[in-house]
């Protein structure tokens, strides 16, 4: 007489003879691979590379006869009253470049104008957001990784979204003060430098000073 087992997970061999009992094994996870993320990053950095090669080949228009996130500021043409949107860039950073920002001895005295002065500042700034952002994009999908297989990640999936949220205000709370302490507010230019690339803003600054540059000109540079 063969009696069945209780227990659905043991099977009996088949055919015939005596009854033998196998277990069956729990399944195994998968091994995950340590370079997953990384990986899963490549399509990511390979957009941004391919966008940032286009600027480089494509030149974009200066105005939109539509709104966007790209030409934002509205204006109004002289002759036809019609509206154009313009590149924010355009519109609040390219007048602070073209004519130059002021630049000050060390006392505070405004000497005269420099179109270095913006580059410069801009350059830093933009440098500065950079390293702002860096550690939360970059390594936040290394630890959200290591994490997921965690089982007591497995059991709160609903809660990633938050989880990635506060790692990223955790890496900005600490980044922010520390990318603007990078480049100090109040920047200098070598008047040596401006001698050389804006002859004609070195004589202002010279005319201003009777004579007697200083060795360096200060400007603010801006957040």
């Known amino acids: 007489m063969t009696m069945r087992p209780s227990n659905p997970s043991v099977q009996p061999f088949p055919g015939g003879g005596p009854t033998v009992y196998t ?37 974009e228009p200066v105005f939109s006869l539509t709104p966007s996130s790209k030409y934002p500021v509205a204006r109004e043409t002289v002759n036809l009253k019609t509206y154009r949107y313009l590149d924010f860039v355009i519109v609040y950073k390219l007048p602070f470049i073209i004519p130059g920002l002021d630049v000050t001895d060390e006392n505070g005295k405004i000497i005269g104008k420099s179109q270095l002065a913006p580059v410069k500042g801009i350059s830093q700034v933009v440098t500065s957001r950079i390293v702002m952002c860096a550690p939360g994009m970059l390594l936040l999908p290394v630890i959200m990784e290591r994490l997921e297989p965690k089982p007591w990640m497995q059991r709160i999936r609903w809660a990633h979204i938050g989880i990635q949220t506060a790692i990223v205000g955790m ?30 803003r070195y004589e202002e600054i010279v005319k201003n000073t009777d004579g007697k540059p200083p060795q360096y000109v200060y400007f603010n540079k801006g957040l």
Do not use: N, W, Y
């Not at 390979?46 to 966008?51: A, D, E, N, R, T």
């Open 171 to 200: 890496f900005l709370t600490f980044m922010v003060p520390t990318a603007c302490a990078i480049f100090p507010q109040r920047c200098k230019i070598s008047i040596d430098t401006i001698q050389r690339f804006e002859k004609d």
């Open 23 to 59: 277990r069956r094994r729990a399944r195994e996870p998968e091994p995950r691979e340590a370079h997953a993320g990384i990986v899963q990053l490549l399509p990511v950095l390979v957009l941004v590379l391919l966008s940032m090669m286009s600027g480089f080949f494509i030149s």
